[in-house]
Each structure stands twice: as C-alpha cells, then as structure tokens.
C-alpha cells in the first residue's frame, strides 16, 4: 500500500468537500437526483472513513475506480479534474479549488 503525501491527503480532502456540495446543490428531490445523490454518498463514504484513520489502509485505485463509474454513469467528470488541480495547487485552501458541475461543464466547453 503507497503512504500518501500531505498534498493528496490534502486533495482528497477538497475531493470529498465538493463531493458533499454535489449532494446539497442537487436540485428537486426527485427519484433521479435521490439515486445520484446515493451513489455520490455510496461512493464516498468510505473515503470520509480513511481520512479520521489517517488514509491507513486506503487504496486508490479501488476509490478511483468507484470514481469512474460514478463518471460514466452520471457525467460527472469534474472529481478527478478537482483533484488533480488541488494537488497541482499544493492543496492550499479547498474553497479555492471548487467548482460546481455547471462550472466545470462550462469550462470544458472553452
């Protein structure tokens, strides 16, 4: 198992910060948003987990894995691009690193 560096303990930090936004600005309760907000929840929640024990036992790829069939199931590209420019950025403050999804599609779109 790799030990992770401050700056990704950092990142992941801003990564399941959005994350919780993504939940909260979800719009209409509805069935849909109740099923994409459950699998956001689903495929965070164990990442909230490593982050109090300190990442011990963390696997990345099984996180990022969860990740992308989160992406390819709801079009949320935007947790990996989060990640990468917190950990580009040194992690510093995460509210400098957020961005809704209507923000990251508008900026794919340039």
Known sequence: MIQLNEVRKKAYNTLIYQAFLDIKISGAFNEENFYRNFRIAHAF????????????????????????????????????????????????????HIETVGEVAQNDDK
Do not use: C, M
Request: no cysteine; glycine share 4%; net charge negative.
């Open 45 to 96: 929640h164990n990442l909230a987990e490593y982050i109090v024990l300190d990442f011990k036992g963390f696997n990345e790829e099984r996180f990022w894995d969860e990740i992308n069939a989160l992406q390819e199931q709801f079009d949320l590209n935007h947790y990996k691009k989060i990640f990468d420019d917190a950990i580009t950025q040194k992690a510093g403050n995460p509210s400098n």
